[in-house]
């Protein structure tokens, strides 16, 4: 057990006991679909037009077949054509302006346009939709306009001035939606709180900010109870939608709740901190990798394929190959390659105290090479059995200096605690939280009795 006895022991109270107490009386997550929407889109975002609906794989046709014989006079050519585009497979934008009749010049003179400027062409991606402004003229069609999804609520919009195109970017309007899932934990808390409809990426986020206080494969028992108010971010014009931000999350352990909410500071910068403000963001993570079980402990062990005693000096996690393995720290990649008995072998200098290493891996996360530097939480590699290894596993090292510590029992200081304006700031955080996991716990209660 990692936590320490200065922290203060707590329980549900307030809108967290209501909470939980609408969880009892509701099957499964179906409150949650009955909680009210909550808009709170961003300051000052400009709201554009609704958009048709989106044309999947148009007919090859189409467009000679809406542009009228060429002797008829320009002034009863049809004003405009709006055409939605499915990027397919081998696609580029010129394969996708000339399908729908834009000439080959100026097919390629857009194409260049675009990739001058801030068009990345990565971003056409099979299944992709081009929004398409066309205006017929004698020869065919030519292109008054031109929208692309740079990503989720950004748009790169191209638009004919003359002979020439004027190109912007546009922010799209995000609504956010905040949502409060409740429950126990049975098999895992992966599990629990994705069935209250939580997205994995979220769980699995709230697993390494916590990773540092809990042992998820000790700590946590059946029977333990789980907060978590989070957002969810829509997309209006597009319907797209993807999670947004943890907001407060707690863990009953045994009779102690571990809480803690998030909190943007004066210059932008996202953490998270217990109530107390001390930031949960410690200096190295303890399990840098998700859904693992500890197979082998730090100390003296009879070494499975040298058959004699040896001291083991790391931890060892046993996970399926591929499993991602994250960075314990901020820090910068002092070795990534091959090394001996350890196999792909990833080693990150931390600070001028700590170090970790990643050993057996099956390969390295993209880019991942001496000096470069890396973020607590980022992907480095990937769980495998390469080197001296009898199945696949992480084995993992916190390094003091240049010897070998055991992860477990290594206690950092907490890396910040807010004080003065910011943990007034803070203060204002926690009590707006917790007005809104009020209100949508009262709408589940409310819901729940009608
Ligand atoms: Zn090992």
Not at 329 to 348: H, K, M, P, T
Not at 386 to 399: A, F, V, W
């Amino acid at each position: 057990m990692s936590r320490d006895a200065s922290r203060p022991r707590s329980t549900f109270t307030g809108w967290r006991r209501a909470a939980l107490a609408a969880a009892l009386l509701l099957a499964g997550g179906a409150a949650l679909a009955l909680l009210r929407p909550f808009d709170a889109s961003g300051p000052g975002w400009p709201v554009s037009p609704a958009l048709p609906e989106p044309v999947v794989a148009p007919p090859a046709d189409l467009p000679a077949a809406m542009v009228p014989p060429a002797r008829l006079p320009p002034r009863h050519l049809p004003a405009r054509i709006h055409r939605v585009v499915e990027v397919a497979r081998g696609d580029t934008l010129v394969t996708v302006l000339q399908r729908v009749g834009v000439g080959r010049a100026e097919a390629h003179e857009v194409a260049t346009r675009l990739v001058r400027g801030p068009f990345d062409p990565r971003v056409l991606r099979p299944g992709q939709a081009l929004e398409l402004e066309l205006e017929p003229v004698r020869e065919g069609v030519r292109l008054a306009g031109l929208s692309i999804a740079v990503d989720f609520a950004r748009e790169l919009r191209l638009v004919r001035d003359g002979d020439d195109y004027a190109l912007e970017q546009v922010e799209l309007p995000v609504v956010r939606r905040p949502q409060l899932a409740t429950g126990t934990v049975e098999d895992s808390l992966f599990l629990a709180a994705t069935a209250q409809g939580v997205p994995a990426a979220l769980v699995m986020e709230l697993v390494r900010l916590l990773s540092w206080d809990v042992d998820f494969q000790r700590d946590l028992q059946p029977g333990d109870r789980f907060v978590i108010l989070y957002e969810e971010e829509e997309q209006p014009d597009r319907g797209d939608r993807r999670p947004g931000g943890i907001l407060y999350a707690a863990l009953g352990l045994s009779g102690q709740t571990l809480a803690f909410y998030r909190f943007e500071h004066a210059d932008g910068r996202v953490d998270y901190y217990d109530p107390q403000g001390r930031s949960l963001r410690k200096s190295l993570l303890r399990t840098p990798v998700d859904g693992a079980r500890i197979s082998s402990r730090f100390g003296l062990r009879h070494h499975p394929i040298l058959g004699y005693t040896k001291m083991h000096k790391g931890i060892d996690f046993a996970a399926p190959t591929g499993t991602p393995v994250y960075a314990a720290g901020d820090g910068v990649v002092e070795f990534a390659g091959r090394n001996g008995s350890y196999g792909n072998y990833v080693r990150i200098r931390h600070n001028g105290e700590y170090k970790t290493a990643y050993a057996h891996l099956s390969r390295f996360a993209k880019g991942i090479r001496r000096g470069v530097r890396v973020r607590q939480g980022q992907v480095i590699g990937y769980v495998g059995s390469t080197g001296r290894s009898t199945g696949p596993h992480l084995h993992y090292e916190i390094l003091v200096g240049d010897r070998q510590v055991n992860p477990l029992s290594v206690r950092q200081p907490s890396s910040e605690k807010l004080a003065g304006a910011e943990l007034e700031r803070f203060r204002r955080t926690v009590a707006a939280i917790d007005a809104l996991g009020e209100r949508l716990a009262r709408s589940s209660l409310v819901a729940s009795r009608e």
